[in-house]
């Protein structure tokens, strides 16, 4: 039954096709000037890394389809306090540009319906175990053969196969397993976890990049492919410089709480009334830094002469370094360091970071016009560009807001149709 829309979009002009939507726009909402204006993408996440993935997506000028179960829709929705209007800020900061559909997938017509959407969308994005989707014939196998174009995107934690496959992914588990409990935390202290769930914001940066090389390799090729992203792996590769150093040098790594294990200072130091982190990456920052603190003699004694010095005697000269910043406010070395070349910054609390002048400059907040929670604010796109748009065009959605504009505007479904499928349920 889907053999038409396959040949509607591939025949033997599919990459003329394929050019000509991506350059001209494809859905409504977009505008040539945004890098994937045309792209349309079928988001099958929830949580924290897919939402993330397809909200960057999202940001670039694809339309996002968010498909949500009909058991309340993507968890998020339901985690607070704090809440606005009902709204779960946490849904809020990672859901923008996206037009939500309900979809029972546990209905054979719920099923046909995602396959139907799969056929008009470029990607489809999915973070459920490995093997779940397969039972309803969603999985990228079944779906190649109706969208053989469809660039498929499964976010796991572990992957897709293994002795770990079928385990839930947790951000906090995979950073456990990934080694980043391990090297984060005060030195003599327990593991701590970062602030914010960076493995899975970082599975999900990895996947948009991977969703925008795929995309790029379909133009030359004409079809595409499946891509798999998971948990562990993401955090395994983020360790970066500590796991050469293991691997290379067996050398096995620990916490340093806010320093860093090959620079010295370069870390956090408490002030009067808060913390300052400075850093002196070579001898010539070492330098200003002494000389702003009034602290010449440290330059002739050979404990210091050097950042192999100053790594091996650390503890004395970061002693040194602490009592010399506590005396002062954070404000005063701030205004020491001032174009110094020294890099440094305060440890800031959000009221500061949304406060700070060069967050302000980067229009890191945006405004939005919820329709039920009202005026809010979310961060804004990180990136920049000089000829095209990044950003947020359309608030998060309210959860099945958009059923009948995707089923009427983009599967050309009639009224009575639909109507047909929300008495039985396949759809809210």
């Known amino acids: 039954m889907y053999s038409k829309f396959k040949n509607m979009f591939w025949n033997k002009h599919k990459i003329d096709v394929q050019l000509k939507r991506m350059l001209s726009g494809f859905s409504e909402n977009q505008t040539v000037e945004s890098p994937l204006s045309g792209i349309?993408?079928?988001?099958?996440?929830?949580?924290?890394?897919g939402p993330f993935c397809t909200m960057i997506l999202g940001d670039l000028g694809a339309e996002i389809i968010k498909v949500e179960n009909p058991d309340g829709g993507d968890e998020t929705r339901n985690w607070g306090p704090p809440f606005v209007n009902g709204e779960s800020t946490y849904f809020l900061s990672i859901n923008?540009?996206?037009?939500?559909?309900?979809?029972?997938?546990k209905l054979p017509k719920g099923r046909d319906l995602i396959k139907e959407l799969a056929?008009?969308?470029?990607?489809?994005?999915e973070n459920f175990v490995p093997g779940k989707l397969s039972t309803f014939g969603l999985d990228y196998e079944s779906l190649h053969k109706v969208a053989p174009h469809l660039v498929y995107c499964s976010i796991t934690g572990?992957?897709?196969?293994?002795?770990?496959s079928t385990r839930p992914g947790y951000d906090v588990i995979a950073a456990s397993?990934?080694?980043?409990?391990?090297i984060t935390g005060p030195e003599d202290g327990e593991p701590c976890k970062v602030g914010v769930a960076m493995t899975d914001l970082s599975t999900g940066l990895y996947a948009h990049g991977a969703i925008m090389a795929a995309l790029l390799q379909r133009l030359k090729t004409g079809k595409g492919q499946k891509i798999e992203c998971d948990l562990l792996s993401t955090q395994v590769s983020l360790l970066v410089n500590i796991s050469s150093n293991y691997l290379n040098g067996k050398k096995e790594a620990k916490r340093w709480g806010t320093a860093h294990e090959s620079i010295v200072p370069y870390q956090a130091f408490k002030t009067k009334d808060g913390f300052i982190t400075v850093g002196?990456?070579?001898?010539?920052?070492f330098k200003i830094l002494c000389e702003i603190l009034n602290i010449q003699h440290f330059l002739t004694d050979s404990k210091y002469l050097s950042n192999k010095e100053r790594v091996e005697n650390r503890k004395v000269l970061i002693s040194e370094l602490t009592n010399i910043f506590s005396q002062k406010t954070t404000q005063h070395w701030m205004n020491m360091l001032e174009e110094s070349g020294i890099p440094y910054g305060p440890v800031n609390n959000m009221e500061q970071v949304f406060n700070d002048p060069q967050v302000l400059h980067n229009k890191?907040?945006?405004?939005?016009?919820h329709p039920t929670a009202?005026?809010?604010?979310?961060?804004?796109?990180?990136?920049?560009?000089s000829d095209s748009v990044n950003e947020g065009r359309l608030p998060p959605p309210i959860f099945a807001e958009h059923t009948d504009v995707i089923l009427s505007k983009i599967l050309s479904y009639s009224e009575n149709e639909i109507q047909s499928l929300r008495k039985s349920k396949v759809v809210l």
């Open 40 to 49: 349309r993408v079928l988001d099958m996440t929830r949580i924290l890394a």
């Open 96 to 105: 923008r540009n996206k037009k939500s559909i309900s979809i029972d997938m």
């Open 119 to 125: 056929v008009k969308s470029d990607v489809l994005v």
């Open 158 to 164: 572990y992957g897709s196969s293994g002795p770990y």
């Open 177 to 182: 397993v990934g080694g980043l409990l391990h």
């Open 280 to 285: 002196a990456g070579s001898n010539k920052q």
């Open 364 to 369: 890191m907040i945006l405004d939005m016009i």
């Open 374 to 385: 009202g005026n809010i604010k979310v961060t804004g796109p990180a990136v920049k560009y």
